[in-house]
């Protein structure tokens, strides 16, 4: 297999995760949160143990770690290790949620942008966490 049909088939089983993750959250994210993590990490080991040495890569500058990419083995391993982490964060939300008594509608919002744009997903879900919590405080 291509190391371009490996990034369609890591894309497309994150996206497919991603929309059981948002439709049903609470089944899904204990077994999601585990087994398509480990199955990523399996293949970005692969994808970085094989990737071709860079000897100008590194991660001291832009410019080292641009180069640690130029790949695109390494740029595959690189794209499965946010894919892996991302869906990560987007598990524990969801079962960190009720917790904080958030209601699964409110972290939709937070899964999408988890999704796309990772950090940012993960502060909206940490500042509605903190809404909440103010909340629960003030009705005391």
């Known amino acids: 297999m ?7 088939y890591a894309n ?15 089944r899904a994210a204990p077994i999601l949160r585990l087994v398509v993590p480990v199955g990523m990490a399996l293949l970005y080991i692969w ?3 094989t990737a071709p040495a860079n000897p100008v890569g590194g991660f001291g500058s832009l410019a080292q770690v641009k180069a640690l990419f130029a790949q695109d083995r390494a740029l595959l391993a690189g794209w499965v290790h946010y894919l892996a982490f991302d869906l990560f964060v987007g ?24 999704f796309m744009f990772g950090p940012a997903g993960l502060l909206l879900y940490y500042l509605l966490r903190l809404a909440a919590r103010q909340r629960y405080v003030a009705s005391q």
Do not use: Y
Request: net charge neutral; charged share 10%.
């Open 47 to 49: 994808a970085l143990t």
């Open 91 to 114: 598990c524990w939300m969801v079962l960190d949620a009720p917790e904080h008594k958030l209601h699964r509608l409110l972290v939709v919002p937070c899964l999408l942008l988890t």
């Open 12 to 26: 497309t089983t994150a996206l497919c995760c991603w929309v059981i993750l948002i439709l049903i959250p609470r």
């Open 2 to 8: 291509s190391d371009a049909q490996l990034f369609q």
